[in-house]
């Protein structure tokens, strides 16, 4: 795999995935979208992966879409740019494993968005979350009008897509964009916690439930709730559910294999 905005390593079964554009806070242009699209591909087809991280550096995780790159669109090259975007970011939300974004510093337009379609979030006390597109005459276009406001509901949403001001990690915890809180020192190291927590749980199930809340927002609670019924009677063919079990009854800790 030939990359070179994005840096990808494998630790047994956690994947990191670290942007790597520093002298540009890791603003994203169509280079980075064409290696987080082939490592993605990667990730899919790598079955030894249960956890994947998605990181930037201590200064930035991501400050958004290139606006260099931005200045000379015109609404065709706007739309190819974007299309490209959100079919990157409903890859991201569609894979079989969980994904978290581990956050330092400037987590600001694409890159919010971006931390928006992992399953959890883990920011270091230095980031700065914000959607500052309003003030460059456009609006979000890497999903926040939608997945911010499924997020923190409509008022929350409107205050920060309107103002385009930055909110900093605490205002973030208190609004629910971010899960976990840590002194940047130990982002690292919290991140790679919660990430083999995540590796230890059962793969299928972990799966069965991440495909059941993505969908919760689209379909009706009927609808939901029947897809929720089949595949927690389907889990009960799977060994994990087997092993869960008799790990409880035995008094022992299960050792999941993601059968
Ligand atoms: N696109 C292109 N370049 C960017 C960028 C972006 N989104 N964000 C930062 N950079 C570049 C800056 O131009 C600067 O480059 P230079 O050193 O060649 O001048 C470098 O990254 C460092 O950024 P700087 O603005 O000096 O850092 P700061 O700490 O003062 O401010 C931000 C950080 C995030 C507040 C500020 O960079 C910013 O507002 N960026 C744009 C965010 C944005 O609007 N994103 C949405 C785009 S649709």
């Known amino acids: 795999m030939e990359l070179r905005t994005v840096n990808y390593w494998r630790d047994d079964e956690i994947a990191t995935v670290q ?3 520093p002298e540009v806070l890791n603003a994203i ?3 980075v979208l064409a290696d987080l699209a082939e490592v993605t591909r990667s990730i899919i087809n790598d079955d030894k992966i249960r956890v994947v991280v998605l990181t930037g550096n201590e200064q930035a995780f991501a400050a958004g879409a290139d606006i260099k790159s931005f200045v000379a669109y ?3 090259d706007a739309h190819k740019y ?3 975007v959100q079919k990157g970011m409903s890859q991201l939300l569609s894979l079989g494993k969980p994904t978290i974004a581990s956050i330092a510093g400037y987590a600001v337009g694409g890159g919010c968005e971006l931390a928006m379609v992992c399953d959890l979030r883990i920011a270091a006390d230095n980031a700065v979350f914000g959607l500052p597109e309003i ?3 456009i609006v979000p276009g890497g999903g926040a009008t939608q997945r911010l406001t499924r997020l923190v509901g409509e008022g929350k949403a409107k205050e920060l897509v309107f103002l385009g001001s930055m909110i900093n990690a605490q205002k973030a915890l208190e609004y629910g ?4 809180l840590v002194p940047l020192a130990d982002l690292k190291e919290e991140t790679m916690k919660l990430a083999r927590k995540l590796s230890r749980k059962p793969p299928v199930a ?3 439930a991440k495909e059941l809340i993505n969908l919760s927002f689209d379909v009706d609670i009927f609808n939901g709730l029947m897809m929720e019924k089949e595949k927690f009677a389907y889990l009960f063919s799977t060994e994990d559910q087997k092993e869960g079990m008799n790990a409880f009854l035995e ?3 299960a050792d999941f294999k993601g059968r």
């Open 251 to 253: 008094g022992r800790k």
């Open 82 to 84: 974007i299309h490209k």
């Open 74 to 76: 015109n609404p065709s």
């Open 206 to 208: 972990i799966q069965a």
């Open 19 to 21: 942007l790597n554009r």
């Open 135 to 137: 003030n460059l005459g």
């Open 29 to 31: 242009n169509e280079d």
């Open 177 to 180: 964009i971010i899960n976990f």
